[in-house]
C-alpha cells in the first residue's frame, strides 16, 4: 500500500501531521529523523516535522537528506522547511521573539502546485523562533506573510516544497487544501487507506497468520480493546476468547453492561468478577503508585490463571494503538514513551503478540467500529483509565468509597448524556477526595465527603484543557450529587489544564 513517510524532528504536532495524512485516504508512518527506510518501494513521499529544536544548534537534528532529495516529494514543515534551506545553503537565523498565531499569506509565484485552490490572504498558524532569512540558490519564493518573508518557499529543480507555518493545525484554514495538494496531486497518492480497506485487508492478514490457533484477549470496555476483539471475532470466531475482568474499580453497573454489549456482539467472553480479591490488596493502601502495582500485578494473575485454563491458547491478543507505539526523540535525544498499560504480559505464559490496530490513531478505531456495526455507546466512550476509580479516590479504597464514587460519577455522566455534553468532553468523571468538611443539611450539621467533577476537552490526552460547561448544567449535578449521594455534602469544579495538573487526580 503507498505511503507517507513522516520523519519526526520532535515537534508536539508531528502526529497532528499523521492523521491529516490518513484523513486524506492515504496510509503514513511517523518515524524518528534519523530512520528513513531506504528500500520501501510504498513511499510516494516524505514530511519533515516541525521540532523545538534550532536547525543552527551544535546538538540539532542535520540528518542526510540525500537519500530523499530528488527521489521523492518532500514537504518542511517548520523546522522541516528551516532544515531544508540550511541544508542547502540558505540562512535560518533567531527572530529574535517567538512568533506565535495568526497570520495572512500573500503570495509571490501563484503558480506553485503546493497552493492549488488556496485564495490569496489566507490564514495561516505559526509558531516558531527562528526565520529562514535566506533560500538556497535554486529555490524561488513562493509566499509571504507580513513578518516573516520566507513564509513557504519551493525548489526549482526538484520536488521539494518548504513551509514556515503549520498546515497540520486547525487555526491554518487552508491547511488541509494545501496537505490534499502535496498527498493526492504531487505525490499520487490513489487514497487506497480506508476504514473498510483496513478491515478487509486486516481480516485476511488475520486469518492467515492465526490459522486455526486459539487466542486470548483481555477486554477493559475500552474502545480499543473492544474493536480488537470485534475484528478477531470477524477473522477467527470462537478461537477468540476474551476474558473480562471486574477489579471492582468499573463505574456504576458498567460490568453488567459492558458484558451484556460483549455478548450481543457474538464474543466469546468470560467475566471474571474478582473484585473481592483487588479489595482484600489494596485494603489500607494510600499511596498512589503501590494502588497501581497491586492493580496491576492483581490483574495478570487473574488473568493468568483465566488464560491458562484455556486449552491449547497460542497468542495474546492486545488493543495497541499507533500512537502507544510511536517512537519520538525528545531534545535530549531520550525515546518518549506516553502509555499507560495495565499490565505486561507475563514472561511465563509465552504467548506471541497480535496487534491489529498498532497502525491505527484513536478516531480511526473508532471509524473501523462503527464500519464493524459496533454500538455507538461502546465507540463513543470516554477514555477510562485501567486501574480505573482507584486513581480518582484519593486516599485508601474500600467498597464503601467506590460505591459512593460509582453514584456520584453516575450522576454526572449520565447528566452529560442528557444534556448532549457528553461527546463534546474528551473524558469526564468524578474524584472523591480523602478529606471531609463541615455543611449543612436542614437542621443538621453534617461533616462529610468533597467530591471534585472533572472535565476536559483534548485531542490525545498529552495535554488537556477544563471543559467549559453551563452553569445551568454544573449546577443541576451538583444539586442532584448532594442531594442523593449519601455521605457527600460539597461538589468542586475541577478547572486546571494539562500541562502543569493531568487529566486523573491519582
Ligand atoms: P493523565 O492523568 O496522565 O491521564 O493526564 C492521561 C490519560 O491516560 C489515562 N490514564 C490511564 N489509562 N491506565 C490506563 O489505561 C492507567 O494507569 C492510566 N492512568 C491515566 C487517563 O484516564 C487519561 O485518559
Not at 471509524?367 to 455507538?376: A, C, I, K, S
Not at 444539586?479 to 455521605?487: P, Q
Request: glycine share 8%; net charge negative; hydrophobic share 40%.
Amino acid at each position: 500500500m503507498q505511503k507517507i513517510i513522516i520523519l519526526d524532528f520532535g515537534s508536539q504536532t508531528t502526529q497532528l501531521i499523521g492523521r491529516r495524512v490518513r484523513e486524506l485516504g492515504t496510509f503514513c508512518e511517523i518515524l524518528p529523523y534519523d530512520k528513513f527506510p531506504s528500500d520501501d518501494p510504498d513511499i510516494i513521499g516524505v514530511i519533515l516535522s516541525g521540532s523545538p529544536l534550532s536547525v543552527y544548534a551544535q546538538d540539532a537534528f542535520r540528518p542526510d537528506l540525500s537519500g530523499i532529495i530528488g527521489k521523492y516529494p518532500v514537504l518542511g514543515i517548520c523546522y522541516g522547511a528551516q532544515l531544508l534551506s540550511y541544508t542547502y545553503g540558505g540562512k535560518v537565523e533567531s527572530a529574535g521573539t517567538r512568533e506565535y498565531g495568526r497570520a495572512s499569506l500573500s503570495y509571490v509565484n501563484e503558480d506553485c502546485p503546493l497552493f492549488k485552490f488556496i485564495a490569496k490572504d489566507s490564514q495561516v498558524w505559526m509558531s516558531h523562533g527562528d526565520s529562514i532569512t535566506a533560500i538556497p540558490d535554486g529555490y524561488r519564493l513562493v509566499a509571504s506573510t507580513p513578518s516573516v518573508k520566507y513564509a513557504a518557499f519551493e525548489c526549482e529543480t526538484a520536488p521539494v516544497w518548504g513551509v514556515q507555518f503549520h498546515p497540520e493545525v486547525e487555526h491554518t484554514l487552508i491547511g488541509r487544501q494545501l496537505l490534499q495538494n502535496f498527498v493526492i496531486d504531487i505525490c499520487g497518492s490513489r487514497r487506497e487507506w480506508t476504514a473498510d480497506s483496513f478491515i478487509e485487508k486486516t481480516v485476511a492478514e488475520l486469518r492467515e497468520q492465526l490459522g486455526d490457533d486459539k487466542v486470548v484477549l483481555g477486554l477493559s470496555g475500552g474502545v480499543d480493546s473492544s474493536v480488537a476483539a470485534v475484528l478477531l471475532n470477524k477473522a477467527i470466531g470462537s478461537n477468540l476468547n476474551c476474558i473480562f475482568v471486574n477489579h471492582g474499580l468499573l463505574r456504576k453497573d458498567e460490568f453488567e453492561n459492558v458484558m451484556r454489549d460483549y455478548r450481543g456482539l457474538g464474543l466469546n467472553v468470560k467475566g471474571v468478577d474478582a473484585s473481592e480479591r483487588f479489595f482484600e490488596d489494596l485494603k489500607g493502601v494510600s499511596e498512589p503508585e503501590r494502588k497501581r502495582k497491586i492493580i496491576g500485578a492483581d490483574f495478570i494473575k487473574v488473568f493468568d490463571a483465566e488464560a491458562s485454563a484455556i486449552p491449547g491458547v497460542k497468542w495474546l491478543a492486545q488493543g495497541t494503538i499507533y500512537p502507544d507505539r510511536i517512537e519520538s526523540k525528545n531534545i535530549t535525544g531520550k525515546v518518549i514513551k506516553s502509555h499507560h498499560n495495565v499490565g505486561g504480559l507475563p514472561e511465563t505464559m509465552k504467548l506471541r503478540l497480535c496487534e491489529p490496530l498498532k497502525w491505527l490513531f484513536k478516531d480511526e478505531v473508532r471509524e473501523v467500529g462503527r464500519r464493524l456495526g459496533m454500538p455507538h455507546m461502546l465507540i463513543e466512550r470516554h477514555p477510562f483509565p485501567g486501574p480505573g476509580l482507584a486513581v480518582r479516590i484519593i486516599g485508601d479504597i474500600t467498597p464503601e468509597k467506590v460505591a459512593t464514587l460509582q453514584e456520584a460519577d453516575a450522576i454526572f455522566i449520565d447528566a452529560l448524556r442528557e444534556w448532549k455534553l457528553y461527546d463534546k468532553v474528551w473524558q469526564a468523571g468524578v474524584i472523591l477526595l480523602a478529606d471531609r468538611s463541615v455543611g449543612v443539611m436542614g437542621d443538621e450539621r453534617t461533616f462529610e465527603s468533597a467530591v471534585a467533577l472533572r472535565a476536559v476537552t483534548s485531542t490525545d490526552a498529552m495535554t488537556a484543557d477544563w471543559a467549559d460547561l453551563p452553569r445551568e448544567f454544573l449546577s443541576k449535578v451538583s444539586n442532584d450529587i448532594i442531594n442523593k449521594v449519601k455521605g457527600v455534602n460539597r461538589v468542586c469544579y475541577d478547572i486546571s489544564s494539562k500541562p502543569p495538573a493531568t487529566i486523573e487526580w491519582e
